[in-house]
């Protein structure tokens, strides 16, 4: 059995193909979305979700989330007294994930469809197969997320068509161009921001509450405080919500003896926005000139991701296409909907005997080369591209490279991954080095061949062609990536870290809830929830689990009440 | 399969046509056959084949689709060339490029390009091209438009390159030379000279070169004069050996006679002839240089002693 997973900066799904339909598999809570947020209890046990998302509020130095940022990255978080790499941290989560789905299923789940933003670069792809790995699991694909989604709205369509994606998620930003005919689905063309998402409106919000309203109430900086901050950010991020429904909306938040309120109107978040939003007009743009597809060629232009619910972002769309987005599937769901799909061909399920799906390479790969001008100059840290990007993959290219002095005993190879002419604008994935014979300059030359798989890995490989030597470049010893070995290790780590157990998912979730909720609340109800954690933790010492059972139903429903009303939640 | 002769069709699987739904019935019945990851030569073959086929059937650019923005823009800009004016019909073009979202527009754009192009000073030209990122990052694009595309890049490359050629103040000369030819016989003659004993030769040669190999270069540069340029430089070295003849030649033929009106004629001509004496003092300069280096190799040898560092200066 092979699970699609979408492995979110805020949320993660799993999911299955399941008797020709796509199915989406439910958490230890019976959430559909599991929070990409690991905390460490104070027992030292680990708790992935919701629980952990709420306890993002009341402990933040003992919680993480968003690390899909920091993927392939060499930058560790802390929780408590341990230092996580972003690998580990996406391991437990892809760990909780994999507890919910083998109990939903059964069986044991070794092999799964992780998607990645199509504009995950190599590291970010090589550090999220190292994440399953952590996780036991066996990644066989690594899907772009657009192409996911696509493939949940390509399902329905038969005919010929060209559809534009547009997933906004929590942290990144990809557009993809779609051509279906004849039951082959085929993507034409793939752009993106890696660092654009839900999060940077957040961020954007923040900076305006802080210099309209926080700095000269006296409000530390955001560095300074992380418990309070994680108050304030959960109220941003339910301002911003809010916003998306209503006109303007007001934030309040208790401050010493008083509370800050801080209203605002859709005018003016979008015009806080503004930047924001060119940055998406970009891609768009970029994706459909590769694609060589007009506008008005687009059958549906189809949001993904959950931040394509801001208003201002559809009106955006739609005057940009002169129609409206489509969007009948869930935007938090669809790429975990598409991810099983892509399980389900992988799995050759007869349902989907006459589907077939070709992919992109996001960017141009190439190599850094020198050229001698013909009065003699020599230019330095040029790019030559071998695989173009947008080239449909696995894709195999070669190029051949000569010496360039005379005597030259070695050819350098590095490894660029971008679209800039000067290599250093570039993104460097490795180096290798071949060896030649002395010989006059230009008469010794080395075939470099790209190959490019279907996950969007890449391999190098380099022949002498005056020896016949072969050269192959592991793109390993980077920083921020981690080697087989290094999988070993932090594996053995990782199985010594106390995961707190799933049938205690609940009662885990609904103490941490509360336990926001009473920092987030004030007066009478504070005391209330207070009491009300006292009844529960009671409950739960005596250790009856029908009483546990009633005493959380009671807790839950107790705080709905209490819960600072959200159109969302 | 594999015969070069019959691709791409006999990896499709048809008959040659130009019909693209058949070309793609065929690539959706082959790829759904074939297991992508378990063989992907297989795939990148039928990949090739049918991008060449779908190259192959493509339709010729059809005339496109007029819109009526498009030829208000159009209209405006012409009146504003009319008008003497391209200084606005450029701000027109710039504020039409930066609202368009890309593909025709930005083709119609282009077609307008062409037609202001010549009439717009280069800097001008060259910010307006860099707007568009024609270098780089718009590669199908330019497919698309190659025609357009290659006339105007060509033309901004020998612009570009008239303008160094005429900045750079040593190789000036040649600049006038190369472009504008040397009418007279005395300016032919003075060509001559500049070519044979001038300085910066690797330079013109390399602005030959680059001249060369650039195929519309002859609508900037007449290829008869680019000919005759090379072959005046090829013959630097042989007279250089002539120069250093006659500057050997004429003091003895000077001592010789005893005459002033010789000694003169032998001033006048060295002084016109610093390169040649310039030239030729090089070559004796260097032909001495190895015979002293040669001497040095010898004598090191012979006077080497234990203990002393091998070799010598080089």
Redesign the interface.
């Known amino acids: 059995m092979i699970v699609a997973i979408d492995l979110g900066t805020t949320n993660s799904l799993i999911g299955v193909w399941r008797n020709g339909a796509p199915r989406l598999i439910p958490n230890a809570t019976g959430d559909l979305l599991t929070p990409s947020a690991v905390s460490m209890l104070d027992s030292g046990e680990i708790v992935v979700g919701r629980a952990a998302r709420d306890r993002l509020v009341s402990h933040p130095r003992r919680s993480a989330a968003a690390f899909k940022r920091v993927m392939g990255s060499n930058r560790s978080l802390t929780l408590g007294d341990r230092d996580f790499r972003p690998e580990e941290l996406s391991a437990l989560v892809l760990r909780a994930l994999k507890a919910d789905a083998e109990a939903w299923l059964g069986e044991p789940v070794r092999e799964a469809v992780i998607t990645v933003p199509a504009y995950f670069a190599d590291a970010q792809r090589k550090a999220t197969q190292a994440a399953a790995e952590l996780a036991g699991l066996r990644c066989e694909r690594l899907l772009n997320e657009p192409t996911a989604a696509a493939l949940a709205y390509g399902l329905q369509e038969n005919g010929e068509s060209r559809i534009l994606v547009v997933d906004l998620g929590g942290g990144t930003f990809d557009v993809s161009v779609l051509e279906m ?4 689905m085929e993507v034409r063309a793939t752009a993106g921001d890696n660092f654009l998402g839900g999060e940077d409106f957040n961020q954007a919000l923040l900076a305006a509450f802080m210099r309209e309203v926080g700095t000269p109430a006296g409000l530390p900086p955001p560095a300074d405080e992380p418990p309070f901050h994680g108050l304030l950010r959960r109220q941003i991020e339910q301002l911003k919500q809010r916003l998306s429904q209503e006109d303007t909306a007001t934030l309040s938040l208790p401050w010493r003896t008083g509370t800050l309120c801080w209203t605002v109107s859709r005018a003016q978040f979008n015009t806080l926005c503004e930047p924001l939003y060119q940055r998406i007009r970009q891609p768009i ?2 994706a ?8 008005g060629e687009l059958a549906a232009v189809v949001l993904a991701g959950g931040a394509t619910r801001m208003p201002a972002l559809r009106r955006m769309i739609s005057l ?1 296409f002169r129609h409206l987005p489509t969007q009948h599937l869930d935007p938090d769901q669809v790429v975990a909907m598409g991810a099983t799909v892509q399980a389900g061909l992988m799995m050759r399920d007869a349902a989907l ?2 589907r ?1 799906l ?1 992919d992109v390479a996001p960017f141009t790969l190439g190599v850094e080369v020198a050229d001698r ?4 100059h020599t230019v330095h840290n040029l790019f030559v591209p071998v695989i ?1 990007r ?1 080239t ?1 993959i ?3 290219r070669a190029t051949t490279l000569s010496t360039l002095e005379d005597g030259q005993t070695t050819i350098g190879l590095r490894v660029f991954q971008g ?3 000067r290599a250093r604008d570039n993104i460097l994935l490795g180096e290798l080095t071949v060896h030649v014979p002395r010989a006059a300059r230009g008469q010794q030359s080395v075939e470099v061949r790209f ?1 490019y ?2 996950s969007g890995l890449l391999e190098v490989d380099a022949t002498a062609l005056g020896t016949g030597a072969q050269y192959h470049l592991l793109i390993e010893g980077n920083p921020g990536r981690l080697s087989p070995a290094e999988i070993r290790q932090r594996l053995a780590a990782l199985a010594h870290l106390k995961i707190s157990p799933r049938d205690q998912a609940e009662n885990v979730a609904a103490l941490a809830r509360a336990e926001r909720l009473f920092e987030e609340l004030l007066g009478e109800q504070r005391s209330a929830v207070g009491d009300w954690i006292g009844e529960f933790l009671a409950a739960l010492e005596r250790g009856d689990p029908r009483q546990i059972g009633i005493s959380r139903a009671l807790l839950l429903q107790r705080l709905d009440r209490v819960e600072p009303t959200s159109p969302f939640d | 399969m594999n015969d070069p002769a019959g691709f791409p069709w006999n990896a499709l699987g048809i008959a040659p046509t130009r019909d693209p739904r058949l070309i793609r019935a065929a690539y959706a019945a082959r790829l759904k056959r074939m297991d992508i990851r378990a063989d992907p030569a297989a795939f990148q073959h039928l990949r090739r084949a049918y991008e060449m086929a779908l190259g192959f059937g493509a339709p010729a650019p059809a005339a496109a689709p007029v819109l009526v923005e498009r030829n208000e823009l159009a209209a405006e800009i012409s009146a504003l060339i009319a008008a003497g004016d391209p200084q606005g019909a450029v701000e027109l073009l710039a504020g039409a490029a930066a609202g368009a979202l890309g593909f025709d527009d930005l083709a119609a754009i282009e077609e307008r390009l062409l037609v202001v192009a010549p009439e717009l000073p280069r800097a001008r030209l060259l910010a307006l091209v860099r707007r568009f990122d024609w270098h780089h990052a718009t590669h199908p694009l330019r497919h698309a438009h190659a025609g357009v595309f290659q006339q105007l890049d060509q033309r901004l490359w020998l612009e570009e390159w008239r303008a160094e050629l005429q900045r750079t103040s040593r190789t000036s000369v040649a600049a006038l030379l190369l472009i504008k030819g040397a009418p007279g016989w005395a300016d032919h003659l003075f060509a001559c000279w500049y070519l044979i004993f001038g300085g910066e030769r690797a330079r013109m040669i390399g602005w030959l070169d680059r001249i060369e190999r650039t195929p519309h270069a002859g609508a900037a540069f007449d290829p008869a004069r680019l000919r005759w340029c090379r072959r005046w430089l090829g013959r630097r070295r042989l007279a250089a050996w002539i120069a250093l003849g006659l500057s050997a030649v004429v003091p003895v033929a000077m001592i010789w006679t005893g005459e002033i009106g010789v000694a003169f004629a032998a001033w006048l001509l060295a002084l016109a002839n610093i390169g040649i004496a310039w030239a030729g003092a090089m070559l004796v300069v260097r032909a001495l240089g190895r015979l002293w280096l040669g001497a040095r190799f010898v004598l090191g040898k012979l006077r080497r002693r234990p203990g002393d560092a091998p070799g010598f200066p080089r």
């Open positions: 005919f004849d039951g082959v743009e970029r459909l000139r590769d694609a060589r597809i007009h506008p940009l005997n006459e077939v070709t001008q013909s009065d003699g173009e947008n449909v696995p894709a195999s679209e800039s002419r190959t798989d279907t």
